[in-house]
T-cell receptor, first 112, second 116 residues
Framework: GENVEQHPSTLSVQEGDSAVIKCTYSDSASNYFPWYKQELGKGPQLIID?????GEKKDQRIAVTLNKTAKHFSLHITETQPEDSAVYFC???????????FGRGTSLIVHP | GAVVSQHPSWVICKSGTSVKIECRSLDFQATTMFWYRQFPKQSLMLMAT?????????EQGVEKDKFLINHASLTLSTLTVTSAHPEDSSFYIC????????????FGPGTRLTVL
């Protein structure tokens, strides 16, 4: 089955800095890669996703890159703000019935 | 769009009782819904996949007689924790895949279960 590794487990940055979270996956058939943000005591919220036919996708301060050859994808957050502090999960799945495999999560702390 | 609700948001029950958690897709139809369990500071663990009108598919190690799942309509799935014990205390989260959608899952806000 699919195995998703996520690093780092904790990331601490100053407000205004950039943050990068990296994930690798094992199944070359995976073609959908969402990123979720989970605030304390809440459910995960989809913030951005990318499919295997695209190398990069951007939405305001958030961007995701995908390298299919190397089987890794990354989340980039620019100009971080304290409200970006949360746990971020990457996931990977293959098409059809969508059952993603999640990474272990990254706790992002943005210091004001 | 794509809002998923859960009820209750938190529940405290006595050991041996049963607890039902509802998951609703508010503005879309969901042929498939998923139930996850999450322990503190850990990732989401898929418990089961439920398809409207059919039996749920449970992940290995999840007791189907203990965690009863019903997906009676395209907008509602329920998880019943039967004969709850303290070790069942956890954060339970559902998600829904939009019918005819493109594989995206939308998560509910979660239900905190505490079994005394």
């Amino acid at each position: 089955g699919e195995n998703v590794e996520q690093h780092p487990s904790t990331l601490s940055v100053q407000e205004g800095d950039s943050a990068v979270i990296k994930c690798t996956y094992s199944d070359s058939a995976s073609n959908y890669f969402p990123w979720y943000k989970q605030e304390l005591g809440k459910g995960p919220q989809l913030i951005i996703d990318i499919r295997s036919n695209v190398g990069e996708k951007k939405d305001q301060r958030i961007a995701v890159t995908l390298n299919k050859t190397a089987k890794h994808f990354s989340l980039h957050i620019t100009e971080t703000q304290p409200e970006d502090s949360a746990v971020y999960f990457c996931a990977a799945s293959s098409g059809g019935s969508y059952i993603p495999t999640f990474g272990r999560g990254t706790s992002l702390i943005v210091h004001p | 769009g794509a809002v998923v609700s859960q009820h209750p948001s938190w529940v405290i029950c006595k050991s041996g009782t049963s607890v039902k958690i509802e998951c609703r897709s508010l503005d879309f139809q969901a042929t498939t819904m998923f139930w996850y369990r999450q322990f503190p500071k850990q990732s989401l663990m898929l418990m089961a996949t439920s398809n409207e009108g059919s039996k749920a598919t449970y992940e290995q190690g999840v007791e189907k007689d203990k965690f009863l799942i019903n997906h009676a309509s395209l907008t509602l799935s329920t998880l019943t924790v039967t004969s709850a014990h303290p070790e069942d205390s956890s954060f339970y989260i559902c998600s829904a895949e939009r019918t005819g959608g493109i594989d995206t899952q939308y998560f509910g806000p979660g239900t905190r279960l505490t079994v005394l």
